[in-house]
């Protein structure tokens, strides 16, 4: 079955960065959309950043929050995706989760994708 496993996640201190990566195995990259989604405690899991994978490039989209801080990539051959961020917040603090979708629709809503990987802590103090 399709896995995904987050790495890069940890601590650091406000304006700070931290570089994720999400490892895949059993799923093809091209034609389908991955995204990264966060999660603070007591609040719903919210989009981040996600990526329509297509074969001779791809559609990328951001939430308003982390616009011009964060920057999402993928490598097809390593079957990996990344997600840079730099001038972190305390409010980017939360449980940063790897998901992916069959198919390229690159909706923002977290019940549209299907596979999920088990998150990475990301804390940012001030």
């Known amino acids: 079955q399709v896995q995904l496993v987050e790495s890069g996640g940890g601590s650091v201190q406000a304006g700070g960065s931290l570089r994720l990566s999400c490892a895949a195995s059993?799923?093809?990259?091209?034609?389908?959309?991955l995204g990264w989604f966060r999660q603070a405690p007591g609040n719903e899991r919210e989009g981040v950043a996600r990526i329509y994978i297509g074969s001779d490039g791809g559609t990328i989209y951001y939430a308003d929050s982390v616009k011009g801080r964060f920057t999402i990539s993928q490598d097809k051959a390593k079957n990996t995706m990344y997600l840079q961020m730099n001038s972190l917040k305390p409010e980017d603090t939360g449980m940063y989760y790897c998901?992916?979708?069959?198919?390229?629709?690159?909706?923002?809503?977290?019940?549209?994708?299907?596979?999920w990987g088990q998150g990475t802590q990301v804390t940012v103090s001030s």
């Open positions: 059993r799923y093809t990259f091209s034609g389908n959309c």
């Open positions: 998901a992916a979708r069959d198919g390229g629709y690159c909706t923002g809503q977290y019940n549209g994708y299907k596979y």
